[in-house]
């Protein structure tokens, strides 16, 4: 289950909307400064140009999107400033969240038993998706992992703050698993980090969380640079 079936709950057509259009750009399906439409959206979802307006309101607000006068709309280029922006404050949200949890987990309240279960699926999922080279997957599984956890800490503010946040990191993310193919390097340090939660080791997965978050931080730049086409 992802963040959007858990604390951000879309009903009208143009939450939908929103939903399917913001993924098709954050998996890079819509490619960073292509020209889209809504007549051609709505043929496709299959609703009435309204809801894909509403949805191109919401995109602008979160600058996935810019609107062009008379125009249409063009998916936004990948903002190096915002990525790196997104970066810090997912870095500061999620590591006060997971040592929170940490503090808390208890393996023989039920809470946290059906917790596990659900962790331990994401991973193997995660596993099959790495082993196909399924990266669309992959990452919906990756945001699945951590908000597992994140969803520990009750706070649902939080979740959807990390939510946005990652819409401009994910782009990012997309094309350093094409470069870098270091989804089984991931897997390791989430299993890494669901051992030091159960484990109440609250110091440990600072420093294992912060490892994980910046895995690729060093090779940013050269794929940025390769990719120069899509960035701002």
Do not use: C
């Amino acid at each position: 289950m992802t963040l959007k079936n858990v604390s951000i709950k879309r009903n009208t057509l143009g939450e939908k909307a929103y939903l399917s259009i913001r993924d098709e750009i954050i998996s890079l399906r819509m490619t960073p400064g292509e020209m889209i439409y809504e007549p051609d959206l709505a043929e496709k979802l299959g609703v009435s140009r309204t809801p894909v307006r509403e949805a191109f309101s919401m995109l602008a607000k979160e600058e996935l999107i810019e609107i062009l006068p008379s125009r249409g709309a063009r998916v936004a280029f990948i903002s190096e400033q915002k990525v790196n922006e997104a970066q810090v404050v997912r870095e500061t949200l999620e590591v006060k969240a997971f040592t929170d949890v940490a503090k808390i987990w208890d393996k023989e309240l039920d809470q946290f038993k059906r917790a596990e279960s659900k962790i331990l699926d994401i991973i193997q999922f995660q596993k099959e998706a790495a082993a196909k080279k399924d990266y669309i997957r992959f990452v919906h599984l990756d945001e699945d992992f951590h908000n597992a956890v994140l969803e520990q800490a009750g706070n649902q503010t939080l979740l959807s703050v990390v939510y946005q946040m990652r819409g401009h990191l994910n782009r990012m993310r997309y094309l350093e698993l094409e470069e870098a193919q270091h989804a089984q390097q991931a897997i390791l340090q989430h299993e890494k980090l669901f051992q030091a939660l159960q484990d109440n080791h609250v110091t440990e997965i600072e420093r294992l969380l912060l490892d994980h978050l910046r895995v690729l931080e060093l090779i940013r730049p050269e794929i940025m640079k390769k990719y120069s086409h899509y960035v701002k």
